[in-house]
């Protein structure tokens, strides 16, 4: 059983910046590639960023590449998203999600998940 908590969001003007934190329970944080996921209202979930268990590998969705950052630190079992250069249409609750793998997370979404934390961009 893996538990997460996200922390982190809140209102930003646009062109800002906010850095998400997912921390995580358990010993096997390492044994899980790790990523987020957003939905707005009225909008399905769609997959943001994902990092492999050692954090070599990474996976950005195209509406994000070049301003996000995803990163871990195993030694602390959580799990950031950097976000930089905010815009309107990044408003969404985040959620943290873990699986075994990335292509086994973008394809069916994430075995286990956190509550989310709101994000909101205002112009």
């Known amino acids: 059983q893996v538990q997460l908590v996200e922390s982190g969001g809140g209102l930003v003007q646009a062109g800002g910046s906010l850095r998400l934190s997912c921390a995580t329970s358990?010993?096997?944080?390492?044994?899980?590639?790790m990523g987020w996921f957003r939905q707005a209202p009225g909008k399905e979930r769609e997959f943001v960023a994902a990092?492999?268990?050692?954090?070599?590998?990474?996976s950005y969705a195209d509406s994000v590449k070049g301003r996000f950052t995803i990163s871990r630190d195993n030694a602390k079992n959580t799990v950031y998203l950097q976000m930089n250069s905010l815009k309107p249409e990044d408003t969404a609750v985040y959620y943290c999600?873990?699986?075994?793998?990335?292509?086994?997370?973008?394809?069916?979404?994430?075995?286990?998940w956190g509550q989310g934390t709101q994000v909101t961009v205002s112009s």
């Open positions: 999600a873990a699986d075994d793998l990335i292509p086994t997370m973008k394809s069916g979404g994430g075995d286990y």
């Open positions: 990092i492999s268990r050692s954090g070599s590998a990474l």
């Open positions: 358990g010993r096997t944080f390492s044994s899980y590639a």
